[in-house]
């Protein structure tokens, strides 16, 4: 499986970003999808997760901001980033989690990352 992401860019405090995951090389629908961001010095933190069956959890830190969605016909997952921080900043990863996966640690497969910057 191959995951790419892309959208990541730098905005000031108060704007917002959309990012996007594209899977290939087999169906991704009965895996979990989910965003993972790394801020420098920090642990991988699980920021989003949509399961195939729709349902969504998010970390406190950016529940009410952050919006995730999927397209499985499509193969593709969405992170909406509204009311962004400086403490936002972080190199975000696309993940694939096991189908009822809540943590990092449920992670199957791994894309590579995209910046987000959030100016102050």
């Known amino acids: 499986v191959q995951l790419q992401a892309s959208g990541g860019g730098m905005v000031q405090a108060g704007g917002s970003l959309r990012l996007s995951c594209a899977a290939s090389g087999r169906t991704v629908s009965s895996y979990a999808m989910g965003w993972v961001r790394q801020a420098p010095g920090k642990d991988r933190e699980l920021v989003a997760v949509i399961r195939r069956s729709g349902s969504r959890d998010y970390a406190e830190l950016v529940k009410g901001r952050f919006t995730i969605s999927r397209d499985n016909a499509q193969n593709k997952a969405y992170l909406q980033m509204n009311s962004l921080k400086p403490e936002d900043t972080a190199v975000y990863y696309c993940?694939?989690?096991?189908?009822?996966?809540?943590?990092?640690?449920?992670?199957?497969?791994w894309g590579q990352g995209t910046q987000v910057t959030v100016s102050s």
């Open positions: 993940a694939l989690l096991l189908p009822l996966g809540t943590r990092t640690a449920d992670v199957a497969f």
